[in-house]
């Protein structure tokens, strides 16, 4: 079946450093979308990708959709103890079927 | 309502119990999912409807798992003679359209299940 390889596992980093966590398919995806979770909380949808090689930004976030469609990465500029929590992306291969398929996530952590 | 409602919002249960978790989902989400996340790990899916039909039943780890939501609303995840191995967050999320338009989900704040 379709698996959702996500690195690294945790991240630790010093307030105003950079982050970037990849996600990475074994097939063609249809769409990637990308969640976060702060500690105790419930994921929270920050964007989508569709397009072959799209890249989107959100302030001091980006993210990267490969050519391909099999992988994507999430990257953040300048990191603050508000960007502390586990990072997800979910992957989408077609169909009818409503399986969207989770990462294990990365987890970031900030010291100020 | 403002968001997807979860409750419980913890449910202690000893083994071989039954137990129930409800979901309201926003109001006029069309697609409901249900998914189970272990502590430290992703969410994996359970279950996803399209109003009240459930389109997508492949993530039930067991027959003692059950879901339904009869009125196309409030759904209820059901799972019958609780093991140890069941005790995960229960998330539930909602989304305004059909799966296939890839729509973000709107999640709950879950229920978390211990067995015991």
């Known amino acids: 079946g379709q698996q959702v390889m996500q690195i690294p596992q945790y991240q630790h980093v010093q307030e105003g450093e950079d982050f970037t966590t990849y996600c990475n398919s074994s097939t063609t995806l249809s769409n990637i979308q990308w969640y976060k979770q702060r500690p105790g909380g419930h994921p929270v949808f920050l964007i989508q990708l569709v397009k072959s090689g799209e890249v989107k930004k959100q302030k001091r976030l980006t993210f990267q959709f490969g050519e391909a469609k099999k992988n994507s990465s999430l990257h953040i500029t300048a990191t603050q103890t508000t960007d502390v929590g586990t990072y997800f992306c979910?992957?989408?291969?077609?169909?009818?079927?409503?399986?969207?398929?989770f990462g294990k996530g990365t987890k970031l952590s900030v010291k100020p | 309502g403002a968001g997807v409602s979860q409750s419980p919002r913890y449910k202690v249960a000893k083994r071989g119990q039954d137990v129930a978790l409800r979901c309201d989902p926003i109001?006029?989400?069309?697609?409901l999912f249900w998914y189970q996340q272990a502590l430290g790990q992703g969410p994996e899916f359970l279950t996803y409807?399209?109003?009240?039909?459930?389109?997508?039943k492949s993530g039930l780890p067991s027959d003692r798992f059950f879901a339904e939501r009869p009125e196309g609303s409030v759904s209820t995840l059901k799972i019958q003679r609780t093991q140890q191995e069941d005790s995960a967050v229960y998330l539930c999320a909602s989304s305004p359209r059909h799966f296939a338009y890839n729509s973000p989900l709107h999640f709950g704040n879950g229920t978390r299940l211990t067995v015991t």
């Open positions: 109001s006029g989400h069309v697609s």
């Open positions: 409807f399209q109003n009240e039909a459930q389109l997508d």
């Open positions: 979910a992957e989408d291969y077609g169909g009818s079927q409503g399986n969207l398929i």
